[in-house]
């Protein structure tokens, strides 16, 4: 990157950075780079005022572009600029006589001309006169002061500023590199930045301490033109050294601070020296300069993660350890694969930050700091797909709790004060961003921020999940590859781009500002707390019944070779449906589709063979997303179809269309071969949903089981397996086989009187057994309380008790839906207590190893459920209306309880080249649960009470 600063402070660029393969190579090969456009094109005056750079850029924008122009002058003539000026137009005198302004090509010939004007240098950036070295406004002014969206190379030049002052408090390290685009001014075929990091904390060469201290970790700005993470996390440094973050600063002898800027490429996009393009494999074709979602090779920086379970085969899960997954030597390994994909030239980035995220010890906290469109609320908080037991459960909720809490108080108000510029805002967007014709806008129900903070899992927030993501692969257990961090992704509002360009909107960006930077004191704070938390059962026995049928285990696969293939289409988009087709041949075993739109919403359908739509997307929902991400597990043949088309008007657009189709000529595969479609062996794993159990009953606080902190696992094979035999049932929580359930083990001796309170039943083992249908029917009749989950609710249809009348078996129907969750709740339902409406998920299914596609679920008939006496917690549409949680209740409020998803085994048939988790129930789940249980959950900070969630009194 040109360097146009006046000061002498260089940059040690290669500080921290050994030289790999790549990026060998990648400097081997960097003079081979063609350019379309030549320095000094441009400028029809004979001036000498602008720099070469300068002067490229004038050759290359077009008339209406507005060119971020630093102008020295030989004396302080500011009035000969007026004729130029604009709002943000800026002037100084020390340490040189300068102005700020932005001026059209036209426009700068004419300044270039003046007398006093001796120089014209190209400055985006927030601080107009970081070129000088001014810096009496911070390296990163306040939002009111700033006259731009930060800027990656004044981001670069700020946090040096920052270490230079702040020698003992602060470390900025480069982690490695980027892919790079082509930087046409310095005639490179590449460009690689640094992914640059801000470590902060006391005395931080002290390296034994450092090594000691709690690490708390943020990401800012992963998609490129999502730019509030980079405006918060970068002024929120610069408040923290000029001490005006006082609680924080407080922390620093016990906390480190990780500032990491994850995607260089996306945030220097927008500078002119750059081609880019969003598919520069694909597509050579040059689109406009803006801050960009994606890398210089074009791919979701945020889809490169080694994440445990299933992976769109379209991605590139970087694991430095390379092939065979273990870590072979410093830094990323000589075996990372080549084939079937380059992951050292497509996704270094990934490489480099798994890498180094891995050299830390004690990180603990962290938060990926995303945008997203229009929302109700103004920051949503999304919960990572990972295994929570109960004390990491109330953890995480906890930081939402006070999250929640904080926000709301920070900004609120003033989002309410707003209402009318976000209303006019949604009208713009619509109008000149989206081209809806202006007679039409009133039909989109766009809304305004009506709070501050919302929080659940990634699909109650925003409605669709997906694999690969950093803070997955962060949360993830160490043993599986991950960090084992309790990570947050958090999503600002109004925070992507629209525009060719983005637009800098001071009264947005700060309330943008300080609703993150409000987050990042809550998640820094929390890091310092002791959340404990427990169940209290009122000493109260649960069994629940385990099989080895729900085990999964890797040594069970049978590989079989396949051919994946991968295409692109770029396709241009306007108010007809336009049409991509793919063909997908015998044996296919995953389809994989994404749509993506970065010019604008887009009406999106995927038709099968036979012409039926079998998914569809509105890129402007309520919940407006650009990207589509389809798979399907096993399509029939023939030649499938993407539709697109605009939301009217006579705007076009454009959508990328990515597909992958993993099949095999093979009769039978068990799973698609990990190294055939991703080139990394398969991990190990043995993993059971009913290593729930065992979890649970570590927290259970006044029963006989084991306490929190206590030694947790499994016991034998799944639990307690047949450790009591025939009635002699008393530890809080215990495993019972179908054949101990058959030999009279819910009852104490051959009397009527139950040996343990609530059984759970989660499977539909035993099911053609009568004489173990006979014992469960026996248990509810005297009273017991049983919780059914999951193809566990199939025995409702089986029972002849008087909670079941008229259900039969053909009332319950097992079905799979993208991903299990309520379509309508009943929030004042006791099996709901505790929860919120935002809570609808079930459990998260890609760790689980499922597509997004084919997730199980089990739901009852609500007439038979209703007739039979049951309320109804929640249903789930599909084809058909199904309960999917409710209650058959006694006086007492036991009884018959449905959950009709929440531990499914893990699904084997797709690749899954990290492993599997155990589980993933979510907090809905886990709440239902315990409600239906009778128990209640207990929350406490360090050491107060802060939260009660049940009915136990």
């Not at 393009?277 to 945020?302: A, L, Q």
């Not at 087709?581 to 995927?606: A, C, E, F, Q």
């Not at 093979?666 to 993993?687: L, N, W």
């Not at 789940?925 to 209640?936: K, P, Y």
Request: net charge negative; charged share 25%; aromatic share 8%.
């Amino acid at each position: 990157m040109h360097d146009e600063r006046t000061h002498s402070t260089e940059l040690d660029r290669s500080k921290d950075i050994p030289i790999s393969r790549r990026q060998f190579v990648r400097l081997s090969a960097a003079t081979a780079g063609a350019v379309s456009l030549s320095k000094g094109v441009a400028a029809d005056s004979t001036s000498s005022a602008p720099t070469e750079l300068y002067d490229f850029v004038l050759g290359r924008v077009d008339e209406e572009y507005e060119i971020p122009t630093l102008v020295g002058l030989r004396r302080p003539a500011f009035d000969a600029l007026e004729p130029y000026s604009d709002d943000y137009f800026r002037t100084t005198t020390d340490p040189a006589t300068a102005a700020w302004l932005r001026l059209t090509p036209t426009e700068a010939r004419d300044v270039a001309e003046l007398d006093v004007v001796e120089t014209l240098k190209y400055s985006p950036g927030s601080n107009p006169f970081w070129r000088l070295g001014e810096y009496a406004n911070g390296a990163f002014p306040p939002v009111d002061d700033s006259v731009d969206h930060i800027d990656y190379e004044q981001m670069v030049d700020g946090i040096h500023h920052l270490e230079a002052e702040h020698g003992d408090r602060v470390r900025v390290r480069s982690w490695g590199q980027s892919p790079g685009h082509e930087n046409l001014f310095e005639e490179t075929a590449s460009d690689p930045q640094e992914l640059w990091v801000v470590e902060v904390t006391n005395d931080i060469d002290d390296e034994g301490a450092f090594q000691e201290k709690e690490k708390v970790f943020f990401s800012l700005s992963i998609h490129g033109d999502e730019r509030s993470g980079a405006e918060a996390g970068s002024r929120f440094v610069q408040r923290l050294l000029d001490g005006d973050e006082p609680t924080v600063e407080a922390m620093l002898d016990e906390v480190v601070l990780l500032f990491a800027y994850t995607n260089p490429d996306g945030f220097s996009a927008r500078r002119q020296e750059y081609l880019v393009n969003d598919d520069p494999i694909g597509d050579p074709e040059p689109e406009n300069n803006s801050f960009k979602r994606v890398t210089g090779t074009g791919v979701d920086p945020n889809r490169g993660y080694p994440t445990v379970g299933w992976i769109n085969p379209a991605y590139y899960p970087a694991e430095p350890n390379g092939r065979d997954l273990q870590d072979d030597m410093p830094g990323v390994d000589d075996d990372v694969p080549t084939s079937p994909k380059e992951y050292e030239e497509i996704v270094p980035d990934s490489l480099d930050i798994v890498e180094a995220l891995r050299g830390y010890d004690n990180l603990n906290y962290g938060s990926d700091l995303h945008g997203m469109f229009w929302s109700s609320n103004f920051i949503e908080g999304l919960i990572v797909n990972d295994q929570y037991d109960h004390g990491e459960l109330h953890d995480i909720y906890e930081l939402n709790r006070r999250t929640n809490i904080r926000v709301r108080d920070e900004i609120e108000s003033d989002l309410d004060a707003h209402r009318e510029q976000f209303e006019a805002l949604n009208r713009e967007y619509l109008i000149d961003g989206y081209g809806v014709p202006p007679e039409y806008v009133d039909q989109y129900d766009t809304p305004v921020p009506e709070s501050g903070y919302e929080y659940g899992t990634i699909f109650d927030t925003i409605q669709y999940t997906t694999s690969g993501t950093l803070i997955s692969w962060m949360s993830h257990p160490e043993d599986q590859g991950g960090l084992g961090v309790t990570m947050m992704a958090h999503e600002m509002g109004w925070d992507n781009r629209v525009f060719d360009r983005m637009v800098f909107r001071p009264w947005l960006v700060d309330l943008q500002a300080r609703g993150f930077q409000e987050v990042i004191r809550t998640v820094t704070e929390h890091a310092a707390n002791d959340v404990t938390a427990d169940i209290r059962t009122g000493k109260a026995t649960t069994a629940y019944v385990e099989t080895d049928s729900l085990t999964r285990r890797s040594s069970a696969l049978s590989f079989e070779d396949i051919d994946t293939t991968t295409a692109r289409e770029k396709l241009g988009v306007g108010k007809q449906w336009t049409a991509s087709s793919v063909s997908v041949p015998d044996g296919t075993h995953d389809l994989s589709i994404t749509v993506d739109s970065p010019t604008g919403p887009i009406l999106t359908k995927l038709r099968d063979a036979s012409g039926r739509v079998v998914r569809s997307h509105d890129s402007a929902s309520d919940r407006p997303r650009r990207t589509a991400e389809w798979s399907i597990p096993e399509p029939s043949s023939g030649e499938w179809t993407v539709e697109v088309k605009t939301l009217g008007g006579e705007r076009e657009a454009t959508a990328t269309v990515d597909r992958t189709v993993v099949s095999s000529t093979a009769d039978t595969v068990t799973s698609p071969d990990p190294e055939s479609v991703f080139g990394y062996e398969q991990r190990s794993y043995s993993v059971s949903p009913l290593a729930y159990f065992p979890d649970y009953e570590a927290y259970m606080a006044d029963g006989r089981g084991r306490k929190s902190g206590e030694t947790r696992g499994h016991h034998g094979q799944n639990g307690n397996r047949g450790r009591h035999g025939n009635g002699n049932i008393t530890d809080a929580m215990t495993g019972l086989t179908v054949e101990d359930i058959k030999d009279g083990a819910l009852f104490r001796g051959r009397s009527s009187r139950l040996a343990v309170e609530n059984l759970v039943v989660s499977h539909a083992d035993g099911a053609d057994d009568d004489a173990y249908v006979r014992e469960l029917d026996r248990f509810v009749s005297n009273g017991g309380n049983l919780v059914l989950t999951d193809a566990g609710v199939s025995h409702l249809g089986l029972l002849e008790n008087n909670l079941t009348t008229g259900i039969t078996a053909a009332d319950v129907t097992t079905f799979e839906s993208e991903i299990p969750h309520f379509d309508r709740r009943n929030d004042d339902h006791p099996l709901l207590m505790g929860t919120r409406n935002v809570q609808r998920e079930f459990y998260n299914v890609p760790p689980l190893g499922y597509p997004i596609a084919n997730a199980p679920a089990t739901g009852v008939a609500p007439t038979a459920f209703e007739d039979a006496g049951g309320t109804v917690a929640g249903v789930t549409d599909g084809q058909d209306r199904l309960v999917t949680a409710g209650s058959i209740r006694r006086d007492d409020g036991s009884g018959i309880h449905v959950i009709g998803g929440m531990l499914p085994p893990a699904y084997q048939r797709v690749a899954h080249p990290f492993g599997m988790l155990e589980y993933t129930a979510t907090f809905l789940s886990h709440t239902m649960l315990t409600n239906a249980l009778g128990f209640t959950q207990r929350r406490y900070v360090n050491g107060d009470l802060v939260e009660t969630f049940g009915t136990l009194d």
